[in-house]
Nanobody
C-alpha cells in the first residue's frame, strides 16, 4: 500500500520558516518523483516543488523559487521542503505527492498524494 505521510505544518508569522517532511512507503522511492503541491481555499491546486532521483532534477513553482528548497534522504525514503521567507499567500494545505514523472506532481495531478498538512502564514 502506497503511503505518503506529511508532517511539519503549522502557524507562522510572515517572514518566518517551516520545514515539511514527507515519509514515503509502499513503492520504490528512487523510481518516483516526490514533491509537494498546495491548495488554498477556493483556488486550484498549485505545484510547489518536486525532486526526481532518477532524473537528478529539482523543480520549483515560480511563486516559491528562491524561498523554498526541496531535498531528500533516500535512505529514509523521506523528502523535505524547507520554506523560508514565508508570505501570507503561501497559506494553504500542502500535500506530499508522488508520480512517475515530475509533471504529475507539478501540475497537481499525481498518482499518489497524502492527507495534507496545513500551513498558515499570518501577516
Amino acid at each position: 500500500e502506497v503511503q505518503l505521510v506529511e508532517s511539519g505544518g503549522g502557524l507562522v508569522q510572515a517572514g518566518g520558516s517551516l520545514r515539511l517532511s514527507c515519509a514515503a512507503s509502499g513503492f520504490t522511492f528512487d523510481d518516483y518523483a516526490i514533491g509537494w503541491f498546495r491548495q488554498a481555499p477556493g483556488k486550484e491546486r498549485e505545484g510547489v516543488s518536486c525532486i526526481s532521483s532518477s532524473e537528478g532534477m529539482t523543480y520549483y513553482g515560480d511563486s516559491v523559487k528562491g524561498r523554498f528548497t526541496i531535498s531528500s534522504d533516500n535512505a529514509k525514503n523521506t523528502v523535505y521542503l524547507q520554506m523560508n521567507s514565508l508570505k501570507p499567500e503561501d497559506t494553504a494545505v500542502y500535500y506530499c505527492a508522488g508520480d512517475r514523472w515530475a509533471m504529475g506532481v507539478m501540475t497537481g495531478s499525481p498518482d499518489y498524494w497524502g492527507q495534507g498538512t496545513q500551513v498558515t502564514v499570518s501577516s
